[in-house]
Antibody, heavy 117, light 110 residues
Framework: EVQLVESGGGLVQPGGSLRLSCAASGFTISSNGMSWVRQAPGKGLVWVSRINNDGSGTSYADSVKGRFTISRDNAQNTLYLQMNSLRAEDTAVYYC??????????WGRGTLLTVSS | QSALTQPPSASGSPGQSVTISCTGTSSDVGGYNYVSWFQQHPGKAPKLMIYEVSKRPSGVPDRFSGSKSGNTASLTVSGLQAEDEADYYCSSYAGNRIWVFGGGTKLTVL
């Protein structure tokens, strides 16, 4: 059974930093591109960032470019999102998702990030 | 990186069909056959229902179908059932390793 489990969310002050993790089981992340998708409370899904299967290519939404960094440790089968210079508008549930054929077919249950003073 | 446009709500009675639209541009929906649809129940993670415009993952009922014409994709749910009540999101590849989602449609089964 495929499982993606996000962790690392919590309460952070504006301007602070946090690193999210996504641990995979029953699923080899090195075989897939992996993305982070977020959902602000009561709002829709927003794609945030993606890294390709060998980590050689990354991409970001304009809203997080220069502040967030996606990375992966294929040996640990884990995806990361380093988030710096956090803003109130970054408050959301962050999901990790594996993609195949340009579609997000595996999703974690999400971890909540709250940016507030 | 503008969001795709979906109607905020849709509804239908059990057994009926409902279609949800997803409008983008020639840079995303119209430019690639990589449109996906997701179902999300409250408090749950999204679930892939349609990929590559019209393909269904294993286990998704054939009551769910997808199509595309120009810059607009559509999801049709036939034979509506109570458990189909959920939020539905479209997504499209937009080139340069960028993806974009729609704003979501709340489907109510009357």
């Amino acid at each position: 059974e495929v499982q993606l489990v996000e962790s690392g969310g919590g309460l952070v002050q504006p301007g602070g930093s946090l690193r999210l993790s996504c641990a995979a089981s029953g699923f080899t992340i090195s075989s897939n591109g992996m993305s982070w998708v977020r959902q602000a409370p009561g709002k829709g899904l927003v794609w945030v960032s993606r890294i390709n299967n060998d980590g050689s290519g990354t991409s970001y939404a304009d809203s997080v470019k220069g502040r967030f960094t996606i990375s992966r440790d294929n040996a640990q089968n884990t995806l990361y999102l380093q988030m710096n210079s956090l803003r109130a508008e970054d408050t959301a549930v962050y999901y990790c998702a594996g993609d195949h054929n340009y579609a997000f077919d595996y999703w974690g249950r999400g971890t909540l990030l709250t940016v507030s003073s | 990186q503008s969001a795709l446009t979906q109607p905020p709500s849709a509804s239908g009675s059990p057994g009926q069909s409902v279609t949800i639209s997803c409008t983008g541009t020639s840079s995303d929906v119209g430019g690639y056959n990589y449109v996906s649809w997701f179902q999300q129940h409250p408090g749950k993670a999204p679930k892939l229902m349609i990929y590559e415009v019209s393909k269904r993952p294993s286990g998704v009922p054939d009551r769910f179908s997808g199509s595309k014409s120009g810059n607009t994709a559509s999801l049709t749910v036939s034979g509506l059932q109570a458990e189909d009540e959920a939020d539905y999101y479209c997504s499209s590849y937009a080139g340069n390793r960028i993806w974009v989602f729609g704003g979501g449609t709340k489907l109510t089964v009357l």
